[in-house]
């Protein structure tokens, strides 16, 4: 199969009944549970409880389930916080649960949890691990890419130290992620190989990036009354141009894993960069907020731009699509 042609049934495909339009349902409602699980967060004072854990454990924010249980730890009270924080976090695997009960049921549900691995028995464990240290190297590097750039764009609100303490964290990074973890079942889980009965590897992947980005608006409202409507536009038109470019570098290194959605964590955890290889931005301004996920954009744009190609010579891996026609 060529890398931009529509991929084939073959012997491994899972049939499985899905309602019409599955991708569109499936994101409509990982929307619906992100807006409802957010009003709950901001009702409850969710924010200035994990805020309040946040200064009583002398640490700062970050995406990883570490600080999460850390918070908890030293401030009790912050638990609910946590806790509608993470849900909605979850809420595109969420969204694959109620899919299933929509249509699909348990025979969806093994489906997507068959690609809860490492890499396909086909690819087998030789390959499997020189594609992970690949990732690991690939994704690093792009970080370092990101960092340095940053570092020659917005100076004045870019922090950026190496310690060995990058090294402990990046199994953190890869692994306990809460975005990465608890989104990917169903990114690179369901909706990607749901599209891949009717599209090709890099439409799907545009597709899939497009609505990864867009799942974030709800929660990302904040950047209108911070840099007002316009500047909160460029800040989320470039949040976006990362997104998708970085869902076609990933889509390549899944399908040579023979799609594996714990690699997708992996990439997904390493692009959060939680070890904080490539620095910190403040991001103060909207100009400081859009270039920096611009710089974080660069180095996954040229790789796209170099994969894509190759991919359509030397294959994207066994692109087995999930769902019947």
């Known amino acids: 199969m060529g890398a931009l042609g529509a991929p084939d049934a073959t012997a491994h495909s ?4 899905l309602p019409q339009r599955p991708v569109l349902t499936f994101w409509l409602i990982a929307v619906a549970l992100e807006v409802l699980l957010g009003v709950a967060f901001l009702l409850t004072g969710a924010d200035a409880a994990i805020d309040k854990g946040l200064s009583k454990a002398g640490i ?15 401030y009790p ?41 490492p890499w396909s028995r086909e690819v087998g464990a030789r390959r499997g691990i020189r594609i992970w240290i690949a990732v690991v190297v690939v994704f690093s590097a792009c970080n370092v890419i990101s960092g340095l750039l940053h570092q020659a764009f917005v100076p004045h609100e870019f922090t950026w130290h190496f310690s060995w ?11 306990l992620d809460a975005g990465a973890l608890l989104e990917e079942n169903g990114w690179r889980g369901f909706a990607l190989p749901v599209l891949l009965r009717t599209r090709g590897p890099l439409v799907a992947s545009l597709i899939v990036g497009l609505a990864w980005a867009t799942w974030h608006f709800p929660v990302k409202y904040d950047a209108f009354l911070d840099y007002g409507f316009w500047g909160g536009l460029a800040y989320l038109s470039a949040f976006t141009i990362k997104i998708v470019a970085m869902s076609v570098v990933i889509t390549f290194f899944w399908a040579r894993a023979g799609q594996a959605t714990l690699l997708a964590i992996a990439m997904h955890g390493l692009s959060n960069d939680v070890a904080r290889v490539g620095g910190l931005v403040d991001g103060n ?41």
């Open 14 to 17: 899972v049939e499985v009944d």
């Open 165 to 175: 303490s990058m090294l402990a964290l990046l199994p953190v990074a890869m692994f």
């Open 77 to 117: 009270a912050a638990i609910l916080g946590v806790t509608l924080a993470l849900a909605q976090v979850a809420a595109p695997d969420l969204a694959v649960f109620a899919v299933a009960r929509i249509r699909g049921g348990r025979r969806l549900l093994r489906a997507v949890g068959s690609r809860f691995r």
């Open 60 to 74: 700062d924010f970050s995406s990883d389930l570490l600080t999460a249980v850390r918070v908890v730890i030293v």
């Open 285 to 325: 301004t909207w100009q400081s907020s859009a270039i920096s996920e611009l710089d974080l954009a660069v180095p996954f744009i040229i790789l796209a731009l170099v994969l894509v190609p190759y991919a359509n010579w030397n294959g994207w891996g066994d692109l087995t699509p999930l769902g019947s026609e």
